[in-house]
């Protein structure tokens, strides 16, 4: 998956200014695990990270508010993250965080799916994101094997109806499974909720 970032036409001084934007902009995702808010928490559940860390031996404070940099994330990816960035000679060896802003970056370029839900490297920019974000993780194994299992239930029961004529009763109990797992596979939006006054 890629993003594809709005311009900016407004620029704030206070990054959180952006979240609005970033959320839409990263469709309620987790830029890194790929993980939809629904299932983090809602929007509490993110945070926005700085793609290219503030602080740390290879820091850049300097791009703290530059939208540019700033990638919606889950608050444990982010935190796993923390302030990790590839060292110069990592870099020559292609050794560094995909980029999912970046065409030549989308996931699935990275690595792959299996059908166990573990992801396995096609670059060395998937192996140093999968490692260094740790995401062969238990609980992004087992959201992934549902979510394949999911896709594969919705595929099987479209084409189930397509093939066959079936009377109104089962049909409607069909569409009724396929309106629910849409729904898992595409979750609504919740936002945070807000404080009155
Ligand atoms: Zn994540």
């Known amino acids: 998956m890629v993003f594809s970032r709005r311009v900016m036409r407004r620029t704030y001084s206070d990054y959180t200014r952006y ?4 959320r839409e902009d990263f469709l309620f995702r987790c830029a890194y695990c790929l993980r939809n808010e629904f299932f ?8 926005i990270d700085h793609h ?7 820091g850049r404070p300097d791009l703290i508010s530059v939208y540019e ?17 590839p060292s110069p000679e990592e870099l020559a060896k292609e050794r560094r965080f995909l980029d999912p802003c970046q065409p030549e970056d989308d996931h699935d370029l990275h690595w792959d799916v299996a059908e166990d839900g573990r992801l396995s490297s096609l670059t060395s920019v998937g192996e ?16 992934r094997q549902c ?17 066959w004529e079936l009377e109104e009763s089962v049909c409607a109990v069909v569409e009724a499974r396929l309106a629910e797992l849409a729904s898992w596979i595409d979750p609504p939006v919740f936002d945070r909720p807000r404080r009155s006054g």
């Open 40 to 47: 983090v928490g809602g929007e509490a559940g993110c945070v």
């Open 147 to 163: 979510r394949l299992r999911w896709e594969h239930e919705y595929a099987e029961l479209r084409a189930f109806l397509a093939e």
């Open 19 to 22: 979240r609005p934007f970033l």
């Open 52 to 58: 290219r860390p503030q602080h740390g031996p290879f």
């Open 128 to 143: 140093y994101t999968i490692d260094k974000l740790v995401l062969n993780r238990e609980g992004l194994i087992y959201y």
């Open 69 to 85: 940099n700033l990638y919606w994330c889950c608050v444990e990816c982010n935190s796993i993250k923390g302030d990790t960035w």
